[in-house]
């Protein structure tokens, strides 16, 4: 799912094809920073070891893509999968 109605043109597929470089690695889960094939480049969080339903993890992510902070980078998009290679 996008915010704001974003004109971005990738899916889970182009992600998994993006060049990535790791940023950091917490209890959460890493964080990737992956440049697009078209040379968006996105930050990627993939969780680890997180157990909610598909409904508390899209009403945390629609709190969190709310926020705007001169010191966070923006959330434009999220996306659950209990199996991630979908």
């Given at each position: 799912?996008?915010?704001?109605?974003?004109?971005y043109n990738?899916?889970?597929?182009?992600?998994?094809?993006?060049?990535a470089e790791?940023?950091?690695?917490?209890?959460?889960?890493?964080?990737?920073?992956?440049?697009?094939?078209?040379?968006?480049?996105?930050?990627v969080k993939?969780?680890?070891?997180?157990?909610?339903?598909?409904?508390?993890?899209?009403?945390?992510?629609?709190?969190?893509?709310?926020?705007?902070?001169?010191?966070?980078?923006?959330?434009?998009?999220?996306?659950?999968?209990?199996?991630?290679?979908?």
């Open positions: 799912m996008f915010f704001n109605g974003g004109v990738f899916n889970l597929r182009d992600l998994l094809r993006a060049l790791v940023l950091g690695k917490g209890s959460m889960g890493t964080s990737y920073k992956a440049m697009l094939k078209e040379g968006t480049t996105v930050v993939r969780l680890k070891n997180v157990v909610v339903t598909k409904r508390e993890f899209e009403m945390i992510m629609e709190v969190l893509g709310k926020i705007k902070h001169d010191n966070m980078v923006s959330l434009c998009a999220f996306y659950f999968s209990k199996y991630e290679r979908q």
